[in-house]
């Protein structure tokens, strides 16, 4: 079901953003009085699900869910329509219009993308505000993972600031190290403030998810409020609303203390001291091959999340300023994508990755925010000078702006199909990628 679930929000996603994205060229095209003979959600080779014609357009929805497309008259695209491109041209065609004209027509798709996560954004902000952990409200500290240990950070560390500079969202700051290039935390330790470097060849673990700084929480109380797939503690009889008080007769401050000693007892008995029904009882449990007992529990309750709640007009600057501050941090990842110092490629992920970024619940307020950070997505990447990309068109454009030629029919074709081939390679091994890893995990 859970699968179900995400698929769904992810075709649902993929199809908003689609439609959006080709409205904008189909009304751009329309402005300047171009002919648009189809405009297609997911792509309809041999045959389509559902089309119907009105006017000079055939609207349709085809089988194949990769994307979508509008075929203009007159331009060299995915169709590679070679006959049309032989007749003289015409009022109506695309090569028949100003360079301007014909620039804000491959253009639209990607300014109706950035629209779009701005209105979301703008959206969101009005209906649910935001919600997140300051970075001064982490009052406990940190825990921090075998990489962020190498680099020298401490369990119960107080981070301060990045490069002297304080980042209010806590579970941000890993993310603006990367994509800032910055070098140094400065943390409190024993009352103490120590600066602590971040060498080079850690980031490209970091960006593979490694140097994690999770929030520092008390052991006390671990009321348990639900179990894992496997549970040996649900099996023994342990029950939500038991509260665990020890392991093995040992006591806990933090909820990281209790995580080592148990991860150290892998496949072993524990015995598990509970508080229920105002008394204590002591239940055997045989943890799993990772040293876990398979119980979850809340940990909300010790900390004070920072809450806003925004007024319409409140929401407009800060959902575009939003979304421009998303495209920007997106573009920094390409730096990190082609370099061979992070091996950033070595993360690319296709559908499988996509959709797992989505809740195993439908959730309208993930789903939407989800959906406004793809369509930032799709606009950069469409925006790429890659030939048959919107951004390749717009390379060409560009160069005969700049030297009064138009490039040659046959030149375009050949160019098309060299993008094609570059777009699929990158599908392929975008996809391939989240194989590889689906199966390793297996």
């Known amino acids: 079901m859970t699968i179900l679930i995400k698929a769904a929000q992810l075709l649902l996603a993929l199809s908003i953003l689609v439609i959006i994205h080709e409205l904008g060229h189909f009304l751009f095209a329309k402005l300047f009085k171009t002919r648009v003979e189809k405009f297609y959600l997911f792509f309809d080779a041999w045959f389509s699900l559902f089309k119907f014609k009105r006017g000079d357009t055939e609207y349709g929805v085809g089988w194949i869910p990769l994307g979508g497309y509008v075929k203009i008259s007159g331009m060299i695209d995915e169709s590679l329509d070679k006959e049309q491109m032989k007749q003289p041209p015409q009022p109506w065609e695309f090569r028949s219009k100003k360079t301007w004209q014909r620039l804000l027509i491959m253009t639209g798709g990607v300014l109706f993308n950035l629209l779009l996560a701005m209105l979301i954004y703008i959206a969101v902000l009005y209906k649910w505000g935001e919600s997140y952990l300051a970075t001064r409200d982490v009052k406990y500290g940190i825990v921090a993972d075998s990489l962020a240990r190498e680099m020298g950070l401490r369990n119960g560390d107080k981070v301060l600031s990045v490069d002297n500079e304080y980042i ?44 994690r700084m999770d929030a520092r929480i008390p052991f006390g109380p671990f009321i348990v409020a639900g179990f894992g ?55 055997p449990v045989t943890l799993t091959e990772y040293g876990m007992l398979g119980v979850s529990r809340r940990a909300e309750q010790f900390f004070e999340f920072t809450d806003a709640e925004y007024g319409f007009f409140e929401s407009i600057p800060l959902g575009i300023g939003k979304g421009l501050k998303m495209a920007g941090d997106y573009f920094k990842q390409f730096k990190l994508i082609f370099s061979r110092e992070t091996r950033g490629y070595e993360s690319l992920g296709g559908f499988l990755t996509i959709g797992s970024i989505f809740p195993a619940a439908w959730d309208w307020h993930a789903f939407w925010d989800l959906t406004a950070f793809l369509s930032i997505i799709l606009a950069i990447m469409n925006i790429l000078p890659i030939p048959a990309l919107d951004g390749g068109h717009v390379m060409f454009l560009l160069y005969e702006v700049v030297t009064g030629r138009k490039p040659s029919d046959r030149f375009m074709e050949y160019a098309q199909i060299t993008g094609m081939i570059i777009i699929f390679a990158l599908l392929i091994y975008a996809n391939g990628n989240d194989i590889v890893r689906f199966i390793i995990r297996r």
């Open 229 to 283: 797939k496997v549970s040996p503690a649900r099996e023994a009889g342990v029950a939500e609303g038991d509260q665990i008080v020890s392991i093995d007769g040992h006591s806990f401050e933090f909820y990281d203390e209790f995580q080592e000693y148990v991860a150290s007892k892998k496949s072993t008995e524990v015995m598990v001291t509970l508080l229920r029904a105002g008394g204590e009882t002591v239940v």
């Open 168 to 211: 209010d969202i806590f579970y941000s700051i890993p993310t603006y190290i990367l994509l800032n290039e910055k070098r140094t935390i400065q943390v409190e330790r024993n009352g103490e403030i120590i600066s602590i470097e971040v060498p080079d060849e850690y980031r490209p673990l970091m960006l593979k998810g490694a140097g």
